[in-house]
């Protein structure tokens, strides 16, 4: 709930949405914008894991 992206109109509708699965950082959409690269491999098994768990 909240926030800016377009999975608000999916969710308003009640469809489970999933958001804010993105890379770590600060400064998002900012020209200082950074990821923390450490993160990386974290984040992607992450993502990994839910598209696995989704696909049963």
């Given amino acids: 709930m ?3 992206s ?3 109109f999916t969710a308003a509708l009640g469809v ?3 958001d804010g699965l993105g890379l770590f950082g600060e400064a998002a959409h900012q020209p200082t914008e950074n990821v923390y ?3 990386i ?3 992607t098994a992450l993502l990994c894991g839910i598209l696995e768990e989704m696909a049963r």
């Fill in 2 to 4: 909240g926030g800016g």
């Fill in 6 to 8: 377009d999975g608000n």
């Fill in 16 to 18: 489970p949405t999933l």
């Fill in 37 to 39: 690269i450490p993160q």
């Fill in 41 to 43: 491999p974290l984040r």
